[in-house]
């Protein structure tokens, strides 16, 4: 009753004020544009009040940090506590290369590594073989085998440092690289810290680098949960990824749906193996996309918590708290970096990352202003790293949990993202789940809509875009070049030939005889990979059994 | 017309904003090897395009197919283009290339051939 009252006063005070003041206001200064909108196409209204506020506002949409629902951070004293870790993406040329530039990461204060790998990498080809052709270490990494991956990690402290891996397809081999590199050295499993991306479902619909098709690839994910949870368990064997939906032109809503939703299909995929959600949730991890629309980003993630919290509690009965935390990483738009006066990009940087911190990520990756022509020279990567220290020490943003929690704006369109989300989800169901959707490529020709209207919308200079459309100018743009050497290559094709030529063939042999019966049958794969492994096979040799045993995907085209 | 994804690389949003851009401007589009088209247009964000750009129009003339535009697109430094030029490529469009551009380039070539 009190509530309504409340409400018709706040009414009447609002339409006062537009009958008069903005009246006048909008009589002598017209506004600048007819309908304002986010970077995802979402309407803007002029001004947000607490008339904005979901009705059923309270304890269970906002809590305190820390507590159910987690909208306003997972952490009770949030940076003040620990700052997020600072985790620059980096690969390029061979494993000494890259190894180069995480210790020059690392001694200019970055807090976790992330591995970028090369295409060959990704698809589970060795650097030697035809498909690899042209594709050595230019946007990643080279890691065929064993040995490789020994150099890449040589002289860090794997045991003290958290190490994220983007490898989806054939992530579980990459990770038992990972494994029985830090076996060799003596470091135990049980102190390893890191994530594996291994989130194949984003893969069909947005990012395109898969090798199987979907069910055999569930089957592999599920196999890394159910071995994680036991062997490794302060792994994250999974990073659910909207950032590369967001990348292949989705809007903030699209990519939080769909994260979302394929995070439930994993869920249910852990479920239906016999695997308790409470074993394997916690360490189920998120990683999401900055884009430029600060408010519109920061209601991202402050939406996907509420909505993962309250789905894991109610919908799958996680009883540990920690199972209804969504923890993410956090990476700047890439797609938002533009060639034209590059420079311009570490503030655009700047701004997302800030929507990052203000959204509370565990992790964040600062995009370096040079990406628009390449993988970064060192100088770029500093300086975005730089960003975040800045952000970190100087601007005070992390002194308080959730700044700008209890804005009617922020509020409001925390609860609009949500909407959108359940009403995605919805959709989703209807079409029989994700993976049907799939098939029918409904992610896709979602993603390529909302990518084409984008691109329109700067066409029709809807949307400025500085630099691009709007504020040009004719200039050479100077990049320093970061080239792969023809030495590196040589160098890794030579490794490799010799880690074939000198490995026990025999043990070789039979370890992946039994990796192929693993797979035909339905044993987890993780221990015959691990042999594999240790038996000195490459990724290439491993993916090939794995490729006649489940055969590969084919795409539904379309545009 | 012909909108192809050489190698490995997955990053296909520029694709089929340009491949749909040319299906509005009447164009008709092919995402797939097809027998007969006038231009091609290769798209790369992986950095395998000074390899893989120069061997497609070395394949096409080997196949008598020389006549065929073929134009590029996506991460490529400025010093390359030069480059691929030489190397028989008739365009390249970097980030940040209007569309209207690239529909206009698109239909002159098809007039021409």
Same mark, same amino acid.
């Given at each position: ?18 009958? #008069?003041?903005?009246? *006048? ?41 820390? *507590?159910?629902?987690? #909208? ?19 690969? @390029?040329?061979?494993?000494?290369? #890259? ?69 989806? %397809? ?36 947005? +990012? ?106 109610? #919908? ?71 960003? +975040? ?5 100087? %601007? ?55 990518? @084409?209207?984008?691109?329109? *919308? ?102 | ?41 290769? %798209? %790369? ?69």
């Amino acid at each position: 009753m009190r509530d309504e009252d409340e409400r018709k006063v706040l009414e009447k005070e609002l339409k006062r004020w537009e009958e #008069t003041t903005l009246r *006048e206001a909008l009589a002598s200064h017209p506004e600048r544009r007819k309908e304002f909108m986010t970077t995802s196409s979402r309407p803007v209204k002029r001004l947000y009040t607490p008339l904005d506020l979901a009705r059923k506002a309270g304890g269970e949409r906002l809590g305190e940090p820390g *507590e159910f629902p987690f #909208t306003r951070g997972i952490h009770p004293t949030m940076y003040r506590g620990r700052l997020w870790t600072m985790r620059m993406f980096a690969g @390029y040329g061979s494993a000494e290369d #890259t190894n180069r530039r995480f210790k020059y990461l690392i001694s200019h204060g970055e807090t976790g590594l992330s591995v970028a790998f090369d295409m060959p990498t990704l698809y589970g080809y060795d650097t030697d073989e035809p498909e690899a052709k042209g594709e050595f270490g230019t946007c990643g990494v080279a890691v065929s085998s064993p040995d490789d991956m020994k150099i890449l990690f040589r002289g860090i402290d794997v045991g003290g440092v958290s190490t994220s891996m983007t490898i989806n %397809s054939p992530a579980s081999a990459i990770w038992a690289m990972y494994l029985v590199m830090a076996e060799d050295r003596g470091v135990p499993w049980t102190k390893l810290r890191g994530t594996i991306q291994n989130d194949i479902l984003k893969e069909y619909q947005a +990012q395109k680098e898969w090798i199987y098709p979907p069910e055999p690839s569930m089957r592999l994910v599920v196999d890394t949960f159910e071995f994680g949870s036991k062997q490794v368990p302060g792994w994250n064997t999974i990073s659910i990824s909207g950032y590369h939906i967001r990348e292949a032109g989705a809007t903030a809503a699209q990519e939080l749906a769909f994260t979302l939703a394929n995070g439930m299909e994993y869920v249910r995929w852990g479920i239906d193996r016999g695997l308790k959600v409470d074993e394997f949730a916690p360490r189920l991890s998120f990683f999401f996309n900055a884009h430029n629309d600060l408010f519109e980003e920061l209601a991202k993630y402050r939406a996907a918590r509420r909505i993962w919290a309250r789905e894991m509690r109610d #919908t799958f009965g996680a009883k540990k708290p920690r199972s209804w935390l969504l923890r993410f990483h956090t990476q700047t738009a890439g797609v938002s970096l533009t060639a034209q006066q590059p420079e311009i990009n570490i503030v655009r940087t700047t701004i997302q990352a800030l929507a990052a911190v203000l959204g509370g990520t565990q992790s964040l990756h600062t995009n370096a202003y040079d990406e628009a022509y390449q993988v970064p020279n060192e100088k770029a990567a500093r300086i975005a790293l730089r960003t +975040q220290q800045i952000l970190a020490h100087e %601007s005070g943003v992390a002194n308080t949990a959730d700044p700008f929690g209890g804005s009617y704006f922020l509020e409001a369109l925390t609860d609009e993202l949500e909407e959108d989300a359940y009403r995605y989800f919805d959709r989703i169901g209807d079409l029989g789940g994700v993976i049907p959707a799939i098939r029918k490529g409904f992610f896709q020709q979602e993603i390529a809509n909302s990518a @084409y209207r984008y691109q329109r *919308e700067v066409e029709d200079k809807d949307r400025t875009i500085v630099g691009v459309n709007d504020f040009v100018v004719d200039e050479q743009t100077e990049v320093e070049p970061l080239r792969v050497t023809e030495a590196s290559f040589k160098a890794q094709v030579d490794r490799l030939r010799k880690l074939r030529r000198t490995r026990d063939a025999k043990k070789y042999a039979r370890a992946l005889d039994r990796l192929r019966k693993a797979c035909e049958a339905d044993d987890n794969t993780m221990p015959f990979i691990l042999d594999a492994v240790r038996a000195k096979a490459t990724l290439g040799e491993i993916c090939d059994v794995m490729r006649e045993v489940f055969g590969v995907w084919e795409e539904p085209l379309l545009y | 017309m012909l909108i192809a994804k050489p190698g490995l690389d997955g990053h296909d949003r520029g694709a089929k904003v340009v491949a749909r851009a040319l299906r509005d401007a009447g164009m008709e589009v092919e995402a797939a090897i097809q027998e007969d088209v006038d231009a091609i247009g290769l %798209s %790369s964000l992986s950095g395998a395009h000074m390899t893989l750009f120069p061997e497609v129009v070395r394949l096409l003339k080997k196949r008598k197919s020389g006549d065929i535009v073929v134009v590029g697109g996506g991460i490529i430094p400025e010093d390359d283009v030069p480059k691929l030029k030489r190397a028989g490529v008739k365009a390249v469009f970097g980030p940040g290339t209007p569309l209207s551009v690239i529909v206009s380039f698109f239909e002159k070539a098809d007039k021409g051939a």
